[in-house]
């Protein structure tokens, strides 16, 4: 059983920074890792991941502002976030398990509880 534990959202004004993190336990850790988002009224939307070989995919909304990284050593996948914006005010959710191919990517079938992101004006 994957369990994914999302931690490190919270209010912040526009311009500001923010670090998630989302501990994984129940695997191997050597699966595709993303973080995914989903503002109100909206869809769930792919913020960023990374396959178990580093490579790395993100929403144009987010390139230059967003990084996703992983510890291995940790089971632990991060999303830092710089020069936030209203926009990005949203429920991040950690999903594991997933398809990186070509720059694209089909969520896995385990998610977080989702962690809330609130940038203020």
């Known amino acids: 059983q994957v369990q994914l534990v999302e931690s490190g959202g919270g209010l912040v004004q526009a311009g500001g920074s923010l670090r998630l993190s989302c501990a994984a336990s129940?695997?191997?850790?050597?699966?595709?890792l993303g973080w995914f988002r989903q503002a109100p009224g909206k869809q769930r939307e792919l913020v960023a991941a990374?396959?178990?070989?580093?490579?790395?995919a993100y929403a144009d909304s987010v390139k230059g502002r967003f990084t996703i990284s992983r510890d291995n050593a940790k089971n632990t996948v991060y999303l830092q976030m710089n020069s936030l914006k209203p926009e990005d005010t949203a429920v991040y959710y950690c999903?594991?398990?997933?398809?990186?191919?070509?720059?694209?990517?089909?969520?896995?079938?385990?998610w977080g509880q989702g962690t809330q992101v609130t940038v203020s004006s």
């Open positions: 129940g695997t191997s850790f050597s699966i595709t």
């Open positions: 990374i396959a178990r070989g580093s490579a790395t």
């Open positions: 999903n594991a398990a997933g398809v990186l191919s070509g720059g694209v990517i089909t969520p896995g079938p385990y």
